[in-house]
Nanobody, 122 residues
Framework: QVQLVESGGGLVQAGGSLRLSCAASGRTFRTYAMAWFRQAPGRKRDFVAAITANFGITYYADSVKGRFTISRDNAKNTVWLQMNNLKPEDTAVYYC???????????????WGQGTQVTVSS
């Protein structure tokens, strides 16, 4: 089992940047693929980006390709999401997930953090 804590959200103007962090507890972090999801009010939780446990292969939703970058450091039990050129439609609660499958929709066996709010003003 792994516990996750996100940080780094906030209010930013369109075109700005934020870097989200997700700190994981437990020695099994390096065995999990890690992903970021987001959920806007009234909408389902959507996949944003993921990185594999080994080799650091990354996956991105089309809406964030070229703007967001996911990375991880297994020695620090941490995964990051660098978000550049933010748009108002990026406004959502962002969740970190530890999972057995890198990409795709939420799964019943995913582990979740509590989320961090990102608000992008126009």
């Amino acid at each position: 089992q792994v516990q996750l804590v996100e940080s780094g959200g906030g209010l930013v103007q369109a075109g700005g940047s934020l870097r989200l962090s997700c700190a994981a507890s437990g020695r099994t972090f390096r065995t999990y693929a890690m992903a970021w999801f987001r959920q806007a009010p009234g909408r389902k939780r959507d996949f944003v980006a993921a990185i594999t446990a080994n080799f650091g292969i990354t996956y991105y939703a089309d809406s964030v390709k070229g703007r967001f970058t996911i990375s991880r450091d297994n020695a620090k039990n941490t995964v990051w999401l660098q978000m550049n050129n933010l748009k108002p439609e990026d406004t959502a609660v962002y969740y970190c997930a530890a999972r057995s499958v890198p990409s795709g929709p939420p799964r019943v066996d995913d582990y979740w953090g509590q989320g961090t709010q990102v608000t992008v003003s126009s």
